[in-house]
C-alpha cells in the first residue's frame, strides 16, 4: 500500500503537494499525519466544491503501508504515527522537500530534495516534465501551495522554477480568485521595507551546540503584525529558532518562534514580561533600547537554552520485568519484593504492557488474583530510544500522567526513564534516592486550569451564565467550593447545547441547595443517603446538586457505595476522562476549567477513554455507555479502552448487571436520532447476547433497523403531536428476530415491569398479525378500502405503527399505514349510541355493529354528513 502524507499542523504547501503527488501516484491513499492550519481547515469548510479523496489517520492500518511518500518535510518528530513505521522491514520513503536537508532527517530511498519556494513546485515541474495535464480543481489547490510559501511569489527564497510552476497552473485552469480569498493577504510596503531589514541584520550563532537566530531593527513608527514577519523568516530561512527584536519609539518588541524543544521561547520571554508557550511567544518591553534588549537576551539564552539531553543519558539499566504469564496474585510479591510500583510485563524478550501495584491491588480486591497481569495492564505508553529528546520523555510523563517511558534498542527493552531520573535531571543537585519507582497510578496528578469564560458567553443563555454566577455566590457566602462538572462541561468545550447542569459541593451539598434554593425562590427535592439534591426554579429548570464524593465496588457490577470526598476523588470515579471536567463557580476563580486527568487533550483527540483499568470490572455498564459516547460525539474508543471492554466481555462481567441497569443504557443508545452505527457496534463486541443468548445482528433484523430510522424521521415531520417512544420501535427492530417466548424471556431479562411487559408481547403479537393479514391482501391483488386499514390498525400504539411500517418490505402496506397514521386514524363519525336509541333500537351488541358500519362508511366516503350517517343507520336498523 502507497500512502502520501505531510507534517503535522499541514498548511497549503502540504495539501498542494500531496494532490501533485497523487498524480505522480495514483493508487496511493492521502492521509494526513495530524491536523490542519485553521487556514486549509476553513477551505475545507467553506470550498466544499473542493472535494478531496483522503482517509483518515484512524482509518489506515499501518502495518500494511510498503511505501510511504513524505511532502514537504523530512523529520520524523513531525509526521505523528506514521514516525512508528519507518524502521519496519521493507518500507520504502520518498520524499519530495524544498527545505535544505539536515542531519537527523529521514533517509529517503527516492524523491526529491531541493531547495526552492515550495514543496508543491518540486512535483509540479515533474507532471510537468513527463507532460501530464490536470484539473482546475487541482490546479488551483496547487497554486494554493505554492502563493502561500512564495508569499505570492514575493519571498527572497521564491526561484524562477516556482514561477514556472505557477504560469504551467494557470494555464491548466487555477482559479486564482480561489487563491486570493484564502492565501495570507500580501505584505504592506512597510512590513516588506522590515522584513529586508531583518534579514539583513539575521545572525546565527550556537548556545550548547543548538543553532539559535537573532534579528533586530528600530524604525520611527509602528508596524505590525511582526509575528507575521517572524513566521516568514523562520520558513524562508529554515530556522529552528528565532529572535525578532524591533524597536519602535519608547517600546521593543519581541517575537520568537521555536522548532528546538530545548529551547521554549515562551519560558525565554517570560523574563521579559512576555508571554506564549514554548514554540511561539512574544513580549513588549518599554523604556529600554533594542540594544539593550538584545544584550539582556545574548545572556539569557546561555543562561536557559539547556543542552540536547537524550533517553540514553538517563535511562535507568537493567530494568525488572514481568512474564507475561505471571498471575495478579504473584505480581504483588515481585512488586513488594523489589519495592517498586509497577513493571513493565515481556512476553518472552518483547515488552508488551504495564502493570502497577495499584491495579493490581484493586483486581486483589475483586477476586481476580489468579488471573494473569496480561488482562489489566496498561498496553499503550510511549516507546522511546536511545536518542529520543528528554524534553519528549518529560512532555509525555506530564500530560500522560505516566511514571516511567521504556527505552528500547529495536525490539529490545534496553532501560527505563522513570519520573525519578526525570526531576534528577530538572533538579540538579537534589538529595539522589536510590529506590526506582515505576507507578503509573499513585501520582500526586497535576491540575490544568483554563479560563473558559468566552466559551460560556459563546454557547450559554446569559440566564445560565447568571445562575451559575448566582450558584459560586451562594458558594461564597457558605465559604464552600462550587463547580458545575460532568457532561455539561463536556459539551460545553464542544460548543454542542447541553442544559443539564451538574454541580458538585465541596462539602454538604443538600445544605448548600437549601440555602440557595431559600435566596433565590426555588424548591429542593433532597436524597440524604446519597448526599444530593435538585433545585427546582419557578419555571421548572433544575440543576442537580451534589456532595463530591467517592466510591467503591463490593463485587464486579455490584452498585457502589458511596462516601463523602474531595473534588479530585468525586472526577476520579466517573466513567471517561472526557468526563472528569469541572469548572470553578466561586467568584474569585469563575469559569476557572480545571482538568485532573487529561479531559482535555482527549476532547481535542476525540478520543474515549476510562480512568482506570478495572473500570469496566467494576461498573461493566460503561462498556454501553463508552459505545454510546463514541457514537453521540463522532469519537472514538482508544485501543487500551476497547480491549478492557473485549476482556470484560471474555470474563462474563455483564451478566452480572442487573436488567434494569442494562435497559437503562439501550433505552440512552436508542433515543439517539440515530443509533444504527451504536447497534453495530455492540454487536461487533458481542454484546447482543446480553440482552438474549439468541439476539444476533442479522441483515434482516439490521433492514428493519434502517426502515425504522426512516420512518421515525418521517413521523417526526408530520407534527402530528402525538408523543413517540423511539426507543421501543428500536428495540422491537432489533428483536424483531425473536420468537414470542424470546421477546417474552428478553423483557424478563431486561426487568420490564410485569404489566408492561405483558402489554408489550400481546401488542407485538397484535402488530405481528396485522402484518400478516396486510402482507397477505396485498399479495392476492385485492382491492383496500381505508375502513378495512382502519380496522385493523386501530388500537395500535404509534410505536408498533412504526414497526410494522419498517418491518415491512412491501410499499403498500407502508402506505396503509401511512394512510392511517397521517388521516384515517382521525375520522369519526357524528352519531352515537345515543341517536341509535332516538331512532328506536333497543340497547344490545347491535349498537357496536351499526356504528362500526357507519364509521366504515365515513371512512370509505360514502356517507359525508351526520344526515347521511342518520338514513345510513336507520337503513341498517330496518334490515332486521
Not at 547 to 560: H, K, N, Q
Request: with cysteine; proline share 3%.
Amino acid at each position: 500500500m502507497d500512502v502520501i502524507t505531510t507534517h503535522v499542523n499541514a498548511d497549503f504547501d502540504c495539501l498542494g503537494a500531496m494532490v501533485a503527488a497523487k498524480r505522480l501516484y495514483p493508487d496511493a491513499l492521502m492521509v494526513f499525519s495530524g491536523s490542519q492550519e485553521k487556514s486549509v481547515r476553513d477551505f475545507f469548510l467553506k470550498s466544499s466544491g473542493y472535494a478531496l479523496d483522503f482517509t483518515r489517520l484512524k482509518d489506515l492500518d499501518l502495518s500494511c503501508v510498503t511505501r510511504l511518500i513524505i511532502v514537504d518535510c523530512q523529520h520524523s518528530s513531525r509526521i505523528g504515527r506514521f514516525a512508528e513505521i519507518l524502521n519496519k522491514a521493507g518500507l520504502e520513503v520518498h520524499i519530495y522537500d524544498h527545505h535544505p536537508s539536515s542531519l537527523g532527517d529521514i533517509p529517503p530511498q527516492g524523491g526529491t530534495i531541493r531547495e526552492c519556494g515550495s514543496s508543491t513546485t518540486i512535483l509540479v515541474k515533474m507532471l510537468m516534465a513527463q507532460g501530464q495535464s490536470v484539473t482546475a480543481v487541482e490546479a488551483t489547490l496547487m497554486m494554493l501551495g505554492i502563493y502561500e510559501d512564495t508569499g505570492n511569489l514575493t519571498f527572497p527564497s521564491t526561484t524562477t522554477d516556482d514561477y514556472h510552476a505557477a504560469a504551467w497552473l494557470l494555464e491548466q485552469g487555477a482559479n486564482l480568485n480561489t487563491v486570493a480569498d484564502f492565501v495570507t493577504q500580501e505584505l504592506t510596503s512597510p512590513q516588506i521595507a522590515l522584513l529586508n531589514t531583518l534579514l539583513q541584520s539575521l545572525e546565527t550563532f550556537s548556545v550548547n551546540d543548538l543553532d539559535i537566530s537573532l534579528a533586530h531593527a528600530t524604525v520611527d513608527y509602528y508596524i505590525g503584525d511582526i509575528a507575521v514577519l517572524a513566521h516568514m523568516m523562520r520558513d524562508m530561512e529554515n530556522l529552528g529558532a528565532i529572535f525578532v527584536v524591533v524597536g519602535m519609539g519608547d517600546r521593543v518588541y519581541v517575537v520568537a518562534r521555536s522548532r528546538i524543544p530545548e529551547v521554549n521561547v515562551g519560558k525565554i520571554l517570560r523574563e521579559f514580561g512576555g508571554g506564549g508557550h514554548a514554540t511561539a511567544a512574544s513580549a513588549t518591553i518599554r523604556d529600554r533600547s533594542a540594544i539593550e534588549v538584545l544584550t539582556d537576551l545574548r545572556q539569557l539564552l546561555h543562561k536557559m537554552v539547556n543542552p540536547k539531553r537524550s533517553a540514553a543519558d538517563l535511562m535507568s539499566s537493567p530494568v525488572k520485568t514481568l512474564p507475561l504469564a505471571t498471575t495478579i496474585a504473584e505480581a504483588r510479591e515481585v512488586l513488594t519484593r523489589y519495592n517498586v510500583n509497577a513493571m513493565p510485563v515481556l512476553d518472552r524478550d518483547r515488552m508488551v504492557g504495564i502493570i502497577s501495584r495499584r491495579i493490581v491491588e484493586k483486581a486483589l480486591y475483586h477476586g481476580l488474583g489468579n488471573l494473569p497481569v496480561g488482562e489489566y495492564m496498561h498496553t499503550e505508553y510511549l516507546r522511546a530510544t536511545p536518542d529520543t529528546p528528554i524534553s519528549e520523555i518529560q512532555d509525555y510523563i506530564v500530560t500522560q500522567h505516566r511514571r516511567l517511558v521504556p527505552v528500547f534498542d529495536g525490539d529490545r527493552l534496553s532501560g527505563i526513564v522513570t519520573r525519578t531520573d526525570l526531576l534528577r535531571y530538572m533538579y540538579a543537585g537534589m538529595q539522589q534516592q536510590n529506590d526506582a519507582v515505576y507507578d503509573l497510578a499513585r501520582e500526586k496528578l497535576p491540575v490544568r486550569k483554563k479560563d473558559v469564560l468566552h466559551l460560556m458567553a459563546r454557547h450559554l443563555p446569559k440566564r445560565t451564565v447568571q445562575v451559575l454566577r448566582d450558584l459560586g455566590g451562594a458558594g461564597d457566602s457558605l465559604e464552600l467550593p462550587v463547580y458545575a462538572v460532568g457532561g455539561f462541561v463536556r459539551d460545553l468545550l464542544l460548543g454542542n447545547e447541553n442544559s443539564d447542569i451538574d454541580v458538585s459541593v465541596e462539602g454538604d451539598g443538600i445544605f448548600f441547595a437549601e440555602t440557595f434554593a431559600a435566596r433565590y425562590g426555588c424548591r429542593v427535592k433532597s436524597h440524604i443517603k446519597f448526599g444530593t439534591a435538585v433545585i427546582v426554579f419557578p419555571d421548572g429548570f433544575k440543576i442537580d446538586v451534589a456532595s463530591t464524593r467517592l466510591e467503591y465496588y463490593e463485587t464486579p457490577g455490584a452498585l457502589p457505595t458511596v462516601e463523602r470526598s474531595s473534588l479530585k476523588m468525586d472526577l476520579y470515579r466517573r466513567d471517561f476522562t472526557i468526563n472528569t471536567l469541572a469548572i470553578r463557580l466561586n467568584s474569585a476563580d469563575f469559569a476557572l476549567l480545571i482538568d485532573y486527568f487529561g479531559a482535555y487533550r482527549d476532547l481535542q483527540e476525540k478520543s474515549i477513554r476510562v480512568l482506570h483499568n478495572l473500570s469496566f470490572v467494576e461498573d461493566p455498564t460503561r462498556v454501553f455507555r463508552a459505545i454510546r459516547f463514541e457514537h453521540r460525539l463522532n469519537f472514538a474508543i482508544a485501543r487500551h479502552t476497547e480491549n478492557l471492554i473485549k476482556n470484560a466481555i471474555k470474563m462474563g462481567f455483564l451478566e452480572k448487571v442487573g436488567g434494569r441497569r442494562l435497559l437503562n443504557e439501550l433505552m440512552q443508545i436508542f433515543k439517539h436520532s440515530d443509533p444504527i452505527g451504536a447497534i453495530q457496534r455492540m454487536a461487533g463486541f458481542g454484546l447482543l447476547r446480553f440482552i438474549h443468548p439468541d439476539l444476533v445482528l442479522t441483515t434482516e433484523n439490521l433492514r428493519v433497523i434502517e426502515e425504522a430510522k426512516k420512518v421515525i424521521t418521517w413521523f417526526d415531520l408530520l407534527y402530528l403531536g402525538q408523543r413517540v417512544e423511539n426507543w421501543v420501535v428500536y428495540l422491537l427492530a432489533l428483536t424483531s428476530s425473536l420468537s414470542d417466548d424470546r421477546f417474552w424471556k428478553m423483557c424478563t431479562r431486561l426487568a420490564v415491569s410485569e404489566h408492561y411487559r405483558e402489554k408489550l408481547i400481546e401488542l407485538r403479537i397484535h402488530g405481528e398479525q396485522v402484518l400478516e393479514v396486510m402482507e397477505r391482501r396485498v399479495a392476492q391483488h385485492e382491492p383496500v378500502v381505508p375502513s378495512e386499514i382502519y380496522f385493523w390498525l386501530a388500537g395500535l400504539t404509534p410505536e408498533l405503527l412504526l414497526y410494522i411500517m419498517a418491518k415491512s418490505g412491501n410499499d403498500d402496506v407502508k402506505k396503509f399505514v401511512s394512510l392511517y397514521v397521517t388521516k384515517l386514524q382521525h375520522v369519526a363519525s357524528s352519531i352515537t349510541g345515543n341517536d341509535l336509541k332516538a331512532l328506536g333500537l333497543p340497547v344490545g351488541p347491535r349498537y357496536r355493529k351499526i356504528l362500526d358500519r357507519v364509521l366504515a362508511a365515513r371512512l370509505n366516503g360514502e356517507v359525508l354528513t351526520r344526515e347521511e350517517e342518520l338514513q345510513l343507520a336507520t337503513r341498517e336498523i330496518d334490515q332486521v
